[in-house]
């Protein structure tokens, strides 16, 4: 195994371990708005700095770019890292959350780390060596036709300026596909895709902490990420889409013309 995913594996489980015992006692939880529905806890923040605190030891120079604390330190070696993604499902008992982190070197993504600390389910990647998870090799599913696939998105929950663009591919999908699931953590929808459980998955509006990991999962499964036109750069756009070859094609054709292409 590579030493960056040995540590970012460290990292996580470390993470996620202060997290799945905070989640036992949520009544004492502090929860902060950072802004109208974006919140955060100690539990992301005590998670974000024990992460950065394994990488430190182990890597002082590099660089990070993190939720919580933002971007420091000036590196070709970037972590991304989301420490709890799905704090409104932390707050809430709902246990779909996870923590995510990305090991990024001169602008690729390299390592992608999501832990589920619930389900203790660790997912795994590093670029040309497939992705894992736990200790077994996962592929995204192999469903041919939107109308067999099951499809995972996120709501609008902040920004709505593109909320009835979302709502005409809502409605698209909801007619073509098997289901539609809004699960409210987009690394483990992310990760889901990869292991086949989602044919495919779209959202608007992410943060590169969101999904840095998880795109990463998906390609080294045997999928495809993108925006939402089918070209490449999603990380710093934000809006996604991902599924396996045949999905990702079908739902940049049903989703794309709903938003105008910039
Ligand atoms: P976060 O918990 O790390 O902020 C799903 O829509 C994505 O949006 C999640 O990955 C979540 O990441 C983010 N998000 C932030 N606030 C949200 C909210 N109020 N409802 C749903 N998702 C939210
Ligand atoms: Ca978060």
């Known amino acids: ?12 489980r470390r993470a996620g371990d202060g997290i799945a015992r905070q989640a036992k006692r949520l009544d004492h939880l502090t929860v902060t708005a950072k802004q109208r529905n974006d919140f955060v806890t100690e539990a992301d923040q005590q998670a974000e700095q024990v992460i950065i605190e394994t990488v430190r030891k182990a890597y002082p120079d590099h660089a990070f770019l993190a939720e919580e604390s933002g971007a420091s330190g000036s590196s070709d070696t970037c972590w991304i890292i989301d420490p709890l993604d799905g704090t409104t499902n932390f707050i809430h008992g709902v246990p779909q959350f996870a923590v995510s982190i990305a090991v990024q070197v001169a602008g690729r993504l390299e390592h992608g780390v999501i832990y589920d600390p619930m389900r203790q389910e660790l997912f795994t990647a590093s670029r040309g060596n497939g992705a894992f998870l736990d200790d077994r090799r996962i592929r995204v599913s192999a469903c041919r036709h939107l109308r067999d696939g099951l499809i995972a998105t996120g709501l609008p929950y902040r920004d709505f300026t593109h909320i009835d663009a979302y709502f005409g591919m809502l409605r698209q999908i909801m007619l073509e596909s098997s289901g539609i699931r809004r699960a409210g953590s987009a690394a483990l929808d992310l990760a889901w895709v990869a292991c086949g459980r989602h044919d495919g998955f779209w959202e608007l509006g992410l943060q590169p ?8 999962l998906v390609q080294e499964a045997g999928g495809v990420t993108g925006n939402l036109h089918g070209q490449p750069r999603c990380l710093d756009e934000g809006n996604i889409v991902a599924g396996n070859p045949a999905m990702f094609a079908a739902l940049v054709r049903e989703i794309g013309p709903h938003l105008e292409q910039r």
């Open 1 to 12: 195994m590579h030493p960056l995913l040995n540590i970012a594996i460290r990292a996580a």
């Open 209 to 216: 902490w969101d999904i840095a990991a998880g795109m990463l």
